[in-house]
């Protein structure tokens, strides 16, 4: 009767264990691949990128712990749950704090662009009070170009800001600026060349 | 027996659940290791050596796997202790030579940036002196932008980035060098060179008549020879499209050849003017025979009104060559209807 007794709870505890460790969370790996794989394809990387470089390496480290237990005969799976779990509720809550990511980026984008476009306008407006035709001089005609390639690089600002490369775009609108106000002031210093000449022809 | 049984259960249970984790502390400086080295970019810079480190972790966590599947007495995490420190070495190595490779870069792009800001200058410079390639300044402004752009990214350490940018870089020069080289080559040709030098030399010879002037539109420059000496060089401006000789009307080139002085204007609308008389004979030949071959539209008219006038020697014409106002006032009154005028590309 005792000894009966004594398999009875030996059976009953190794059941216990083995019920508690033996299932492979499967529905919560599917949930946190989605979970990683959405914020990553939401641009996680473009925006944040050790953000996504930390998610995935704690994914990894999940399921290298399942495949731990895996490996074993009497698995336990509660830390690589635990370990999902984390992994997910991080990626969600990336995934919700993206828009924000990306809307500052956007809207720093968009500023840069404006930032630019003035200050292409400004050549511009330079420009078309500089003579044109016969007797123009040569610096102000050679910086008619200038502005052309200004223009240019403009328009791939707009089509970078649509394909919502707004790093990149507010780095190339950045340099833009940088640029037309240079070119502003060469049509200026041309300008008054000219205008210091005048006198001469008297 | 039944106590045997017991112990042996525990043991198994204890074995197999609760000593799950990779246990040794190498594992967790090997991750941090890890990514340090991912984040400063080694998978990019290094990627060879990066992956046999990554392929060594892996295989090292499989062997301490394995090692935490046995008996707990029964493992031994010596050797797989001695990998982990291994491995740990090899990521300080490749540590090492991921600081010298950045070093190494962050030269190559500098130097790269030096280079391209030099072509930069240099055709700015052609397309200023030239008046050639107005067009080429719109590819020269995106390059610049371009470089900017790499630049700032270099700045921030970004050196794959910087060096896809300088490469769009040195495609547009690249393209700005091919067409200023169509406009040059003409300048590189032996007979071309020796006609005009041959002309040069006439010019020169006319000198000992009177004045004599010669123009050479690669140097921007006029000189007045006097008893075949020069007596007088001014800067001069030249048509839009001046490095190119002329073959019709409209083209906005610089006329190349042996002309004469044929009238004085004392109030031309570019302060005064000496008209030249282009075309002649060997532009008349040389216009009927472009339109033949084709060269030129059907329609084309071969021009003429080509000056020397005033207005500044930095402006552009259609065709003219024009000084600065105190200059020209001393040339019109040097010069009378008849004194040779001659137009070459280049001496040398």
Known sequence: ?202 | MKFLTLFSLIIIILNGCFKSELSLPEVDLLEKQYYNLWKAQAHLYLPIEFNLYQERIKKAKNHLREIESKLFFLRDYNPVQKEFIEILKQGEELSKSLEIELQRRSLLILQRINKIEDKIKNLNNFTLNANEGINLRRNLTKSEILLYEGRSLYERGRYIDSEEKLNNVEKYLDESEKKMSKILNRFKEINQIEKWKKWAKEAIHDSKKGYSILIIKIERKMIIYKDEKPIKIYPIGLGLRGLSDKYHAKDYATPEGRYKVIRKNPKSKYYKALLINYPNEEDIREFYKAKTKGLIPKTAKIGGLIEIHGGGSNSITYGCISLDNEQMEELYGLVDEGVPVTIVGALN
Not at chain 1, 48 to 60: H, I, R, T
Not at chain 1, 75 to 100: C, G, I, T
Not at chain 1, 134 to 156: F, H, M, P, Q
Not at chain 1, 159 to 185: P, Q, Y
Request: overall charge positive; some cysteine.
């Open chain 1, 1 to 202: 009767m005792k000894k009966g007794l004594i398999l009875l709870l030996i059976t009953l505890l190794v059941m216990a264990f083995v019920s508690g460790c033996a299932k492979k969370p499967t529905k919560e790996i599917e949930e946190t691949q989605t979970a990683v794989n959405n914020v990553i394809s939401e641009g996680l990387g473009k925006y944040s990128p050790d953000d996504e470089k930390k998610l995935k390496d704690a994914l990894a480290a999940a399921m290298e712990e399942i495949k731990t237990q895996e490996g074993k005969t009497f698995k336990n799976f509660d830390k690589a749950k635990q370990m999902l779990a984390d992994v997910k509720k991080n990626a969600e809550e990336l995934k919700a704090s993206l828009p924000q990511k990306k809307e500052a980026a956007k809207q720093n984008a968009l500023q840069a662009q404006e930032g630019a476009k003035a200050s292409v306008e400004e050549a511009k407006s330079l420009l078309a009070k500089a003579p044109k035709g016969k007797g123009t001089a040569a610096d102000i005609e050679a910086l008619r170009g200038d502005v052309k390639g200004l223009e240019d690089s403009l328009n791939e600002v707009q089509s970078l800001i649509e394909k919502e490369e707004f790093i990149e775009a507010s780095n190339k609108a950045n340099a833009i600026k940088e640029k037309a106000t240079g070119v502003s002031n060469q049509i200026k210093e041309a300008m008054e060349k000219i205008k210091a000449k005048k006198p001469a022809k008297k």
